[in-house]
């Protein structure tokens, strides 16, 4: 198969869902660096939603692709936002155990 890396609808031609063509209007661009394109895919028959990613390699060319409930508007605000830190994610659980152990030193039975 001879496809063009710049054009998503050669890689994935149809909804995996419901195989209905993607139409190029429902195709959008989401980012785009020197070594790959990310495109948000929605279709138009099942509405449901992908996120298409084209990468670029010295050996070829790699594509995968998710189903997402993501709208692209959706996609496009995980895009901008700063990536999640270790220092994050042990802050979140230190909060929730905090929290856990609040809750349950409140109940009268505790």
């Not at 496809?3 to 209905?20: I, K």
């Not at 070829?60 to 996609?75: K, N, P, Q, R």
């Amino acid at each position: 198969m001879n496809h063009d890396e710049h054009d998503p609808l050669g890689f994935v031609g149809a909804c995996p869902t419901c195989q209905s063509a993607y139409p190029c209007a429902n195709v959008r661009l989401l980012k785009q660096t020197a070594e790959q394109t990310m495109f948000h895919l929605t279709c138009e028959h099942c509405q449901h939603a992908m996120l298409f990613c084209v990468a670029r390699r010295k050996d070829g060319v790699l594509c995968s692709g998710v189903m997402t409930d993501c709208t692209f508007e959706d996609a496009q605000r995980f895009h901008v936002q700063e990536e999640v830190t270790l220092g994050d994610v042990i802050g979140m659980h230190e909060h929730f155990d905090q929290t856990w152990r609040d809750l349950f030193s409140k109940r009268p039975d505790a």
